[in-house]
């Protein structure tokens, strides 16, 4: 086909215009391999370009969607032939790259590794960089030398995507793990995930005292800015915190008195650029580890067509679990 269906965000001189377009295939960027998508998700990143509250977005007209799965329609890279199921994340997809969103991508073939044994693609997607990006965050964790016997695990933004993702991976992997969250109203959720205790974000809201008790061993943050610094100052000596988001700000008004009087570790943990080797292990495990019972439960789907107002409810806060939209 000549023209594919895509959201497509547009710059003009009154501002960004965001709608459901046919997008020319012509127009697709350079790559050496074709996929067919039948499937996206939506992350903060993916809100945040659709709404332009960010500068995500780097070139115009952009496609969003920072995640796909689909099926391989051309290709001239030696390691993919046409039929492979295939899964994309990151790499400037969304951003600088066209992306998801849209019935068809034309990429790099390094930038993508092989549906995993186990998952389909809708489950694929229901994990996207979320629960990736969870798998990571517990992988450097473990690199760290910690293990659930020394001590519970916090994770802060709980019922995000990653959020969710973490509690039910730490959860099954015998942490004993503080979900964190500012709607109270989803405890149920999150003990259904594998929480332990859930733990009112209002806690991580006020100025980080430079150390305060030892409560936690590990962590993963989504927030950042002042929730990640109350977390660093409450972690046991020799904890480390594995901090992957900035929904609460990219400031970090902390001291070093975390890491230099109790051996706290902070480890940047980044899915976007991540080492193809790296990628594989982290999705491998995921599709060994993650109870598919419980992604079912913090999965929901979408129509491509309704990926606009689910844009503007992620931004707001208002996006529970994850969310898998359909392309085709």
């Not at 964790?141 to 991976?169: C, F, K, M, Q, Y």
């Not at 109790?262 to 292990?281: F, T, Y």
């Amino acid at each position: 086909m000549s023209t594919f269906k895509a959201v497509a965000i547009d710059k003009t001189e009154a501002g960004q215009t965001v709608g459901i377009r046919a997008f020319d295939e012509a127009d697709l960027m350079d790559g050496d391999v074709t996929v067919r998508v039948s499937h996206s998700t939506l992350n903060y990143k993916d809100g945040l370009a659709i709404t332009g509250k960010a500068p995500v977005v780097r070139r115009f007209p952009m496609i969003p969607g920072v995640d796909l799965v689909g099926t391989v329609e051309a290709s001239s890279n030696p390691e993919f032939k046409p039929g492979d199921a295939v899964v994309l994340n990151g790499w400037g997809l969304g951003e600088t790259h066209l992306g998801a969103y849209a019935e068809k991508v034309r990429v790099r073939g390094d930038w993508l590794i092989p549906l995993p044994q186990g998952l389909s693609p809708l489950q694929a997607m229901a994990i996207g960089t979320a629960g990736y990006t969870a798998m990571l965050c517990m992988m450097a964790l473990e690199r760290h030398g910690l293990r659930p016997d020394r001590g519970p695990a916090i994770v802060t933004g709980a019922v995000g995507g990653v959020g969710s993702v973490a509690v039910a991976l730490l959860a099954k992997a015998g942490w004993h793990v503080i979900a964190s969250t500012g709607r109270p109203e989803e405890a149920d959720y999150l003990k259904g995930l594998g929480a332990a205790e859930i733990l009112d974000r209002s806690e991580f809201s006020g100025p980080s005292r430079p150390l305060a008790k030892e409560r936690w061993a590990a962590g993963v943050d989504t927030v950042g800015s002042t929730t990640l610094a109350n977390v660093l100052a409450m972690s046991k000596y020799g904890g480390a915190i594995a901090a992957c988001g900035l929904a609460g700000g990219m400031d970090l008004p902390t001291t070093v008195a975390p890491f230099i009087l109790r051996n706290v570790a902070l480890l940047g943990v980044d899915s976007v650029m991540a080492p193809k080797s790296v990628r594989i292990e982290a999705w491998n495990r995921i599709a060994r580890e993650l109870d598919h019972d419980k992604l079912a439960a913090m999965t929901s789907t979408i129509p491509l067509d309704q990926v606009l107002e689910a844009g503007k409810r992620i931004v707001e806060g208002k996006i529970k679990g994850r969310v898998v939209v359909e392309i085709a």
